[in-house]
């Protein structure tokens, strides 16, 4: 077992006291041999894992584990940092999740004078194309994006196909479009009262045991949306308030080429409030 | 939206089809006859394809005869990616003819796609031959994804 103590030196001495009394009651495992142990209370246990695959983190997911951080990372200490944060003050990440991002990361002024963000109201009836097309367009400010398009489409179909879900009687979601120098972020609240988590860890476990995906049968989707949206983003983030919605957020690491983001191993918190 | 067009000739037992769009939970896969032997599938203008567009595809794939050969024409990395994914995404008889991928300058401020065809610069068992392709400046470019994941499903 690990604890914050091992991993200070990522901060300035300055910051130490601060951050060992933020991860005072929350317990750092590392997946090690790809066999934590699960005598952690799961709720407050941060997985340290080093370059682990998709299919490794649908696992961990399965088992119970909320916060995966990969080790091998530039952001470590950031994403330790967030995941702390977020553990210490859940209802503020639900809240605006962009704003304890940005403030974990220590955005510079400068960084923050150059962020842009679009807020969409997303209703059923919304047309979905004229919908990304708004999205890509306040996007072609960053004309590099132009090369994300089926990554962002992807992410977008999703988290809106989650949000939308029929079952509700009158489904809305909000997605928030945030672009910073570094990172193109989205974040999704609906309104689902209800969120099946032991039901979701289930099928993330069968799919991290199947060689090839296989799709879910019957009427609903495939199953596959979680395990996707992962592949697009860095850092993704699926959490729930009991009575009010749920927040999907994820990330793209603009500082990277394409060939990179494709191999860069994923964080992902999966959590309730 | 996404489109499904296509067309049979019905001597050759041969189909031609082209994929455009979405594919989503929207997009229409239409059956194809039970005496087609070959199914050729256009790919380069997939915009991109959802969660339930993949299982929308994984059953059209169960429905075509069992013993057709498939073969996927201009496909872009990510079909491949599920392709190499997702299991029932292509027939067990299927050839993928040509793909597009992106080559890039280091700095990745330039970038461009290339046709790449198997038998010239991919083929069976993972050999990969990939073309030297330059940036108007006269850089070098480099392949904007990892070869040896896009390309898993030749070792299949």
Known sequence: MSSIKDYLKLWPESNHAGITALFSDIAITQDTDNLPSKKFDLEKTIVVAKDIPVRALLRLLGSGYRHIVQENRSDLGYALLTTGMILKKPSLFFANPIQLLFNSAGATAEEKAETKTHQIEWAPTDSKEARFEEIMTFLSARPKLKNYRPIILTLLDE????????????????????LSPSRLSFACFDQHPTFPQEAMRARLKQLAAQPKFEVRPGERGAGLGIPMMINQCTNFYLTHQTGVGSLTVAAIDLRLPLRELEVTPRNVHLFSV | MGQFVKSFKMLDLTADIAISGA??????????????????????????????????????????????????????PMTIANINAVEGFILPKTIVESVIVPFTTDDGEEIVDVILENGSHYSAGGKLNLPTITAASGEAMVPDFIPERLFKFLKA
């Open chain 2, 23 to 76: 594919i989503d939970e929207h997009f229409q896969f239409e059956p194809v006859p039970e005496t087609i032997r070959t199914i050729s599938v256009q790919l380069e203008q997939i915009e991109y394809i959802s969660s339930f567009g993949v299982k929308l595809w994984v059953n059209w794939i169960a429905s075509l005869p069992r013993d057709a050969t498939l073969i996927l024409k201009m496909a872009k």
């Open chain 1, 159 to 178: 988290m809106i196909a989650n949000a939308l879900d029929s079952r509700l009687q009158n489904p809305k979601c909000r997605l928030q479009v945030t």
